[in-house]
């Protein structure tokens, strides 16, 4: 069955360094993957969507790789800022699927 | 532009008792998605509707019903609550082919 995996439950970094935040999956092989930021007591926000095609795709201080032979996506951060904090799901999306699977995502905080 | 409302933001249930989750969305997508997000499971899919008049089972349909009463509306049931269905409750709506999806505020459920 399929499966998706973040790294940790819950990351802990110093503001201004790099976040990095881990997203692997297993079972099928999606066309996009995308990333959302959830917020406690919040719906989840759409943030970057990567295509298979795609190495890499950059928004802001955003990053997001995607490395379709790995089957796995990493999420970065640049000089992160306590406002950073929140939970960062991921949800790879095969090319005819109508529905989305999310991983349980990752809990970071920046520490001033 | 309301993007996706939720009605109720807060109810708490009897076992047994009936109840419906209300949602809309003003951004004329055609795709729309209820889901269910529970400590360490992640976001599950229960149903969803690619578009007026469809709706097709999610991951865990069971215990529940679903009506997309137009376009712009689509209302979630529990026809008998159990404990089980304890959650918080996410309606979603999405915008193109890549399915970016855009997330209401959500309803907290506690059945007692």
């Known amino acids: 069955s399929q499966k998706i995996e973040q790294n940790s439950e819950a990351l802990n970094i110093q503001e201004g360094k790099t976040a990095t935040l881990t997203c692997n999956y297993t079972n099928y092989s999606p066309a996009y993957l995308q990333w959302y930021r959830q917020d406690p007591g919040r719906g989840p926000v759409f943030l970057l969507l990567i295509r298979e095609n795609e190495k890499e795709k950059r928004k802001e201080r955003l990053k997001v790789t995607f490395d379709t032979t790995l089957k796995q996506s990493l999420f970065h951060i640049t000089a992160s800022q306590p406002a950073d904090s929140a939970t960062y799901l991921c949800a790879p999306i095969s090319g005819s699927a109508r529905q989305l699977t999310f991983g349980s995502g990752t809990q970071l905080t920046v520490l001033p | 532009n309301a993007g996706v409302t939720q009605t109720p933001k807060f109810q708490v249930l009897k076992t047994g008792q009936s109840m419906t989750l209300q949602c809309a969305q003003d951004?004329?997508?055609?795709?729309m998605y209820w889901y269910r997000q529970d400590p360490g499971m992640g976001l599950r899919l229960i149903y969803y509707s690619a578009s007026e008049g469809t709706t097709d089972k999610g991951e865990v349909p069971n215990g529940y019903n679903v009506s997309r009463l137009n376009k712009r509306e689509f209302s979630l049931r529990l026809e008998s609550a159990a404990p089980s269905q304890t959650s918080v409750y996410f309606c979603?709506?999405?915008?193109?082919?890549?399915?970016?999806?855009?997330f209401g505020p959500g309803t907290r459920l506690t059945v007692t």
């Open positions: 951004m004329n997508h055609n795709s």
């Open positions: 979603a709506s999405t915008r193109g082919a890549t399915y970016e999806q855009y």
